[in-house]
């Protein structure tokens, strides 16, 4: 028996024919309470909140309780009715149809029939811009509102659970802002709140709880609180770009080097830092790195055909040529953004003397930090070539 009251997920395992998404994931979400699910790329968080919800395309073990009752095995109309609610990423609303048609199709569960107009009144209540807009087609509205509508309506079933997968995806900062105050307006009248979220930084800040899923387990558990504050977790999501996620992230295949070391063990768990801690090559060189392959791919294309005569020159060879001619690019393209800039300065005491007559801006010479490793990956297979500071060619090592 469910000890916590609210949702208890025991033992879930889920598997795509041989491929295993979920291991033996136990998670609890009490009534009122916002807990996140963070995990890179793949680690297994939409198949959670598919399983849950009872759309998930793999074959499911374990158990799903709700306030004590069995969920598993439950079509997706009765768990709805039972009371969890999904968004679904990409937030599934019916873009033809207008705001008022979205949410009363969100009160066909069964649970919520019988008390329509108070579920609408309490998501007009929560969500006021929706009176507003009650006859607006939903196509015509920005991503925000649109996601205000898919949690209303969501909210229209009158759940006791309402899970969300990447609910702030495409959402521009001042949106998510409101994406994240709206979720804790409907954490505040009592409902468990289950979150998948990319967005790490705003996700933990209005949680209470979270749980890391790495390659289809749950590798550690902890309030919000402590997981903002986890070295681990830091820098496994919260970097830089405050946890928002690069689109995708590359499968290294089983042989080859790692593309960033684990995090090195802290309380008991391990992390692989998010594809967002690397810089892309492209900010790197302020130059896409497709277009110099497929420059240094013609190139070499010309290459090849003026050696048409001279059969020595195989096909290796003639990738090999091609390769070093792209590195070689590549390698340029980032001495020139290594090269020192003229940066204009204005110092204080300057400032009076540039009020009368125009003064030179004083040329600043870029500080010489030590020479940059360079990295480059290739997808689908990750093949890292280096050049260390200091050497003079790129190794595969
Ligand atoms: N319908 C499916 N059939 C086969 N494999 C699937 C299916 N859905 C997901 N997978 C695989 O299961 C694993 C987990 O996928 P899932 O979508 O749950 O990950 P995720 O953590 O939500 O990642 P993302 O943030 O990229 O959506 C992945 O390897 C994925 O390729």
């Given amino acids: 028996?469910?000890?916590?009251?609210?949702?208890?997920?025991?033992?879930?395992?889920?598997?795509?024919?041989?491929?295993?998404?979920?291991?033996?994931?136990?998670?609890?979400?009490?009534?009122?309470e916002i807990v996140v699910i963070l995990g890179a790329n793949g680690a297994g968080k939409s198949t959670l909140l598919k399983a849950v919800s009872g759309i998930c395309e793999g074959k499911v073990t374990g158990s799903v309780l709700l306030e004590n009752a069995e969920l598993t095995g439950l079509p997706a109309n009765r768990i709805l009715d039972q009371g969890i609610a999904l968004v679904p990423e990409g937030r599934g609303v019916f873009g033809d149809l207008t705001v008022r048609e979205n949410l009363t199709l969100g009160a066909y569960a069964a649970r919520a029939r019988d008390d329509q107009a108070a579920n609408l009144a309490r998501v007009h209540e929560l969500f006021p811009k929706l009176i507003e807009r009650q006859g607006q087609v939903v196509r015509t509205m920005s991503g925000g509102e649109q996601q205000m509508v898919a949690i209303g309506r969501a909210m229209m079933s009158n759940p006791q659970i309402l899970a969300l997968d990447e609910p702030s995806l495409g959402l521009s900062p001042l949106l998510c802002k409101e994406l994240f105050q709206n979720l804790r307006k409907v954490r505040d009248i009592g409902i468990g709140i289950l979150l998948v979220e990319q967005n790490a930084k705003q996700s933990l800040a209005i949680a209470d709880r979270g749980y890391l899923l790495e390659n289809a387990h749950i590798v550690h558990e902890d309030s919000a609180k402590a997981l903002i504050s986890d070295p681990a977790?830091?820098?496994?999501?919260?970097?830089?770009?405050?946890?928002?996620?690069?689109?995708?992230?590359?499968?290294?295949?089983?042989?080859?080097?790692?593309?960033?070391?684990?995090?090195?063990?802290?309380?008991?768990?391990?992390?692989?830092?998010?594809?967002?801690?690397?810089?892309?090559?492209?900010?790197?060189?302020?130059?896409?790195?497709?277009?110099?392959?497929?420059?240094?791919?013609?190139?070499?294309?010309?290459?090849?055909?003026?050696?048409?005569?001279?059969?020595?020159?195989?096909?290796?060879?003639?990738?090999?040529?091609?390769?070093?001619?792209?590195?070689?690019d590549i390698e340029r393209a980032a001495q020139s953004a290594r090269r020192p800039r003229v940066?204009?300065?204005?110092?204080?005491?300057?400032?009076?003397?540039?009020?009368?007559?125009?003064?030179?801006?004083?040329?600043?010479?870029?500080?010489?930090?030590?020479?940059?490793?360079?990295?480059?990956?290739?997808?689908?297979?990750?093949?890292?070539?280096r050049r260390r500071p200091g050497a003079d060619a790129f190794d595969r090592s």
């Fill in 343 to 385: 940066i204009e300065r204005h110092r204080p005491q300057d400032h009076a003397a540039s009020q009368t007559q125009p003064q030179p801006a004083p040329a600043r010479k870029t500080p010489d930090g030590p020479p940059v490793t360079i990295e480059i990956y290739r997808a689908p297979r990750v093949e890292v070539w």
């Fill in 1 to 32: 028996m469910s000890r916590t009251g609210g949702l208890e997920v025991r033992n879930l395992s889920v598997s795509y024919g041989k491929h295993r998404a979920l291991e033996d994931v136990s998670i609890t979400i009490r009534p009122g």
């Fill in 233 to 328: 977790v830091q820098a496994a999501y919260l970097g830089a770009a405050g946890g928002a996620a690069a689109p995708h992230t590359y499968d290294a295949a089983p042989e080859a080097p790692a593309m960033d070391a684990p995090v090195a063990p802290q309380a008991g768990f391990t992390v692989r830092p998010r594809a967002s801690q690397t810089v892309s090559a492209d900010a790197v060189l302020g130059r896409s790195v497709a277009d110099l392959v497929a420059q240094a791919s013609q190139r070499q294309q010309k290459a090849v055909s003026d050696k048409r005569n001279a059969p020595a020159a195989t096909s290796l060879s003639a990738q090999k040529d091609r390769l070093a001619a792209t590195l070689a």
